[in-house]
Every structure is written in C-alpha cells, then in structure tokens.
C-alpha cells in the first residue's frame, strides 16, 4: 500500500456551496442579455469553465460579445451575494482537520474569489497560502496545468497526488494530469462525473478519509473501491 502525498481540491461546489449562488446571478444576467437559459442550463453548460471561456460561449449562444462591462458587473454582483448567502460544504471543515496529508486548493476561479469564499466560510485559515487559481497559468480546465501547477508549488509528483473535483470539465483535467480523481456529485451527476474519467465518486465529503484510505491502493479495482464506499454508507 502507498499513501499519497498531496490532495488538490476545487473549491467552488467542493470546499464552499456556491455554486447555485454564483450561476443564480450569472442566469439572471444572461437573461437580461436576451439569453433565455435557466439554472439547470448554467450547471450543463458552464460550471466548470475559466471567466474567459465563459465570455467566449455567450458570444458562442448569441452572437456577439456581452458588453464590455458585463465581466465586472457580474464579479461584483457575485460576490455581494457570496458574502451574504455562501456556506461551506456539509463536513468539509471536519474533514480537513482529519486528513493528514498536506492539501491545496487549484481552482478555476481568480484569487479574489477563492479567499472571499473560503473566508467567508471559515477555511481560509486551513489553506494558508496553498491556494491555486487557473489565474496562475496558461491554459483552464480542461487543460492539466493548474493541478500541475499545484502539484509542483507542493513540490509533490502528480502520480502522488488526489483531486477532488465535482465538475466533468475539472475530472478530465485531473485524469490529464496524471492523478487520481475522486468525484463529488452531491450536485452533479455520477455518471457524468464517471465518463470524464473519475476513479470514484461520492455525494457526502464526510466520507472523503475513507475513501482516500480505499483509493491509496493500488490493487483496489474501481469496482472495489465503490464496494467500499457503500459499505462507509450504511
């Protein structure tokens, strides 16, 4: 048995609920737009993306670019409701008290939102300064670079290391990079989460240790693994 070394979360919908804040005020700006898309529309489509390949699907949807303010307006716009509504992530906190390896965060959000929401909540403090934004590198999920990224700021090998993510767009990013991807579907789909790749995938982050546990072996089937999983439940 070998015991990783480095575990990457994401942090919008893995580490703090935000995720249904953050796209109830990006759909009613698309709305405005003369953009007719609901929330479902919002967690199919664009969770997941970087801001610019947001911009770049709008164009994609209507035609033409937002208005040149629209970015702005919809940070924020965003982040008066995240200081007001967000939450962490049920047993995250207690979570992370109980890993003992080192972790991260490697987000697709920009550095200003990741510490106004894990401040927010309280974990701002468990990070420190290992917190990671796609702002960081070249390329956004589902390029590999920002969880390579990570993983070499943690001077860690990315075989070495586990993300936790809960979109396809972040799963596939993980696979590219060479690391073991444990999916959190609490709002997603499983089966979304399974066909990008993911080894694993759970809806309770309290079952997280556990699982790290059962996915430290290398022998262990992804069949097993989820065997084990449903016995954590009961």
């Known amino acids: 048995m070998r015991d990783f070394r480095l575990v990457i979360f994401d942090c919008d919908g893995v580490l703090v609920d935000s995720e249904r804040i953050s796209n109830r005020v990006f759909c009613s700006m698309l709305n405005d737009l003369g953009l007719r898309v609901t929330i479902e529309d919002m967690f199919q489509h664009f969770v997941g993306l970087s801001m610019p390949q947001c911009v770049q699907l709008i164009t994609e949807m209507s035609g033409r670019p937002p208005p040149p303010d ?38 697709s959000g920009n550095h200003q939102k990741i510490r106004l929401t894990l401040g927010a909540t309280g974990l701002l403090e468990k990070f420190g300064d290992r917190i990671y934004s796609v702002a960081d590198v070249k390329n956004p999920k589902p390029a590999p670079d920002i969880f390579l990224y990570a993983a070499r700021q943690m001077a860690v090998e990315p075989g070495d290391c586990v993300v936790i993510e809960d979109t396809p767009t972040g799963v596939r990013a993980g696979v590219a990079a060479g690391m073991h991807v444990l ?19 759970f809806a309770d982050m309290r079952l997280l240790p556990a699982l790290l546990r059962s996915a430290a072996q290398p022998s ?13 439940k009961r």
């Open 70 to 107: 629209f970015v702005e307006t919809l940070r924020e716009r965003t982040d008066v409701a995240l200081r007001a509504e967000v939450t962490p992530i049920p047993g995250v906190a207690e979570v992370l008290d109980v890993i003992r390896v080192p972790f991260c965060v490697a987000s």
């Open 183 to 201: 999916g959190f579907c609490a709002n997603t789909p499983e089966n979304r989460l399974k066909e990008a790749g993911a080894d694993a995938v």
């Open 220 to 232: 262990v089937t992804s069949d097993e693994r989820q065997a084990a999983l449903s016995r954590t």
